[in-house]
């Protein structure tokens, strides 16, 4: 099948670091190149299409970057990276050909991967393609636009802005601020602080056992279930409430609140109490969904 194609230009990537910014020449055979560190690395990577995986590469002193071109040609994209001490910049962008184009049969996007010390600070971001992060810690700043999410073995403070694809969250260690528009989320973990929002699309997490909330957390769904799967030990005061939906808790909770009403005067139904003599709120919020609370 011919398709026919309009491009729309892309809006550059805001870069946060300084120091200078040049296109690079891609080779047809693939691009890599290696960037020696002393500390711990601080990385800010763009692409606009391509797909993103990285992970740790054990006891190395370097940052490593690889793109695959995935039978594209290298001269349809706008390369550019630069060094300063320990401060690494990646952009990789489609170059945008004005007006009307051709394009027979299906187009892959190129794939970047990256292989890094285990400590970094990371920013990445993804117009139109996947994420995959594995085995590192450190402040982890993750945005993409319309792509799957797969974030594994992770620990320290993790920033999540997903607009449309699948969101896999296994064994995070440390904080969580998560904002999806459209898709499943799965999430577990060890954590100490939790700000959880899925548009559209249901939610599951699980608090694994020696997670310890220390500031007041929250989980929102404007559309879909929720499902909190907590320790029985662990010490908090809930606050759920749903508009259009109910609420199921297997816990032993101290009720102090609960309202099974609907309609004008109920308001949805609600439930407030304390988990093991109470500690930091975890507040819940459902528009249309149920919201299921079950014991490890």
Known sequence: MRLVRLCAVHLPFLLLLAGTFEPTQAKAEGWQKSYPVSGKPQLVIGTGDASVELHRCGACRAVRIEVNWRERRPSDFLLKESQSGDQIRFQLDERSPLGIHFTVGNRHAPQVTVETPAALDLEAKTGDGALKISGVQGSLQLHTADGAVDIEDVTGAVRLTA?????????LTGTLESRSSDGHATIDGKFTGLQVHTSDGNLDLTVEEGSQLATPSRIESSDGHVTVRLPRALPLDLDVQVGDGKVECALPVMTEGFNSERGE????????????????????????????IAAL
């Open 163 to 171: 607009s449309d694809g699948t969101i896999k969250i296994h064994n």
């Open 265 to 292: 005067r109920g308001g949805g139904h609600n439930l407030r109490g304390r988990l093991n003599r109470g500690g930091p709120t975890l507040t819940i919020r459902t528009q249309d969904g149920n919201v299921t």
